[in-house]
DNA sequence: TCAAGTAAACTCACTAGGTAGTATACATGG
DNA sequence: CCATGTATACTACCTAGTGAGTTTACTTGA
């Protein structure tokens, strides 16, 4: 059968995408320097992933349910009605954002650096991810007994989105704080009207 | 002085750089690339432009005012309260993104793009760029007489942000749509605050 | 028990083409 | 004549991906 190494080194080199592709991004990125940074050759690495487009594929899947995963958890353990919730998930973006690796979310850079191929599978692979989320709030607001769940949750996910993307444009945190308080305002304006 | 051609040109590279680095991406365009497109040579291309990333800085300059003219005027033109005026600017971005060529925001694409690179000149003119709209938008909200202008168009331009983003990553205009009625319900409630 | 076989896991050296940027020379209008 | 602008041809290096061969761990037959 296989190596007991195998599984193992798959992981290595997913570990050093991950950390290569999120802080220097797609393109800056060749095969021979995760290769390096992983510790093998680039042939080997080609023996684990077809192709750079299938290891770009596998980073993005990689950090799919880790992420979502956390903002269940932040939602969670958060205390207070809906609103208060949804407004801590912001908050603790904002906390992480001030981490000096910090560069943005991993989903929306990749599908923004493919852009002109609209067909990659990463680019799915973020597509399904920012859903999902989407789709966890409106089940998180439907259970809280909101009419509106789902335009609130696309609105809060827009947000969310928006604050990803101006936290790295100004490199400032403030901005999450900013868009958890009107996710707030909306969230408190569906509740009075349910 | 210079010969008469001399701004022409300038104006064809640029024009070249904007299509590519807007359809393809920063890192995906070479400068070959773009030197072919407007028809001269590298060499000439150096000439003007003294690397690749002055390059990126003067395409993100000359879109920063075409595209700020284009918000305004979509705002002045609309009928009814700002809500409706707000709500106006997302339909016309839905509008936009329904053309076969459109690929995001060129401003939120490249900071994404260079996000390992926060002192890039070209990162400056996206943040400057989008300081300008929520700027301009805050001015808007205080001559209608709103008290919480800022937060308010803090708070639209983030769902502006996401609605780019939104779209991207799921190709549908809708997104746009659903900003624009999110932002008009903020609108609302901010007005009746005032 | 242990040598031979086998398939997975791995490396070295390479291809063919692309990359940003430049040294040098030629043209052309004032 | 001479500054501005343009082109040819080049450097030095990086790019994704591959052909061919080697090492490792485990199986199997005698």
Redesign the interface.
């Known amino acids: 059968m296989a190596k007991p190494s195998s599984l193992e080194t798959r992981d290595r080199i997913l570990t050093a995408a991950n950390k290569l592709f999120y802080?220097?991004?797609i393109?800056?990125v060749s095969v021979d320097a995760i290769a390096e940074k992983a510790g093998l050759t680039k042939r080997t690495l080609y023996y684990h992933f077809k192709s750079k487009d299938d290891l770009i594929e596998a980073y993005l899947i990689s950090r799919d349910q880790p992420n979502l995963a956390a903002f269940a958890q932040w939602f969670d353990e958060a205390e207070g009605p809906v609103s208060a919730k949804t407004q801590v998930i912001f908050q603790r973006v904002a906390e992480n954002a001030r981490h000096p690796k910090w560069?943005?979310c991993g989903?929306?850079?990749t599908?923004?650096?493919?852009?002109?191929m609209?067909g990659h599978p990463a680019?799915a692979v973020?597509?399904r991810h920012?859903?999902k989320f989407e789709l966890w709030l409106a089940e998180a607001y439907a259970k809280a007994g909101i009419q509106q769940a789902q335009?609130l949750a696309?609105?809060v996910?827009?947000?969310?989105?928006?604050?990803?993307?101006?936290m790295?444009?100004?490199?400032d945190p403030q901005?999450a704080e900013?868009?958890g308080?009107?996710a707030y305002?909306?969230v408190e304006?569906a509740c009075a009207s349910s």
């Open positions: 802080g220097e991004g393109r800056a560069k943005g989903f929306l850079r599908v923004a650096e493919l852009a002109n609209p680019v973020g597509a920012k859903k335009d696309r609105a996910t827009l947000l969310m989105d928006g604050a990803f993307s101006a790295l444009t100004h490199r901005y900013d868009a308080a009107a305002r909306l304006l």
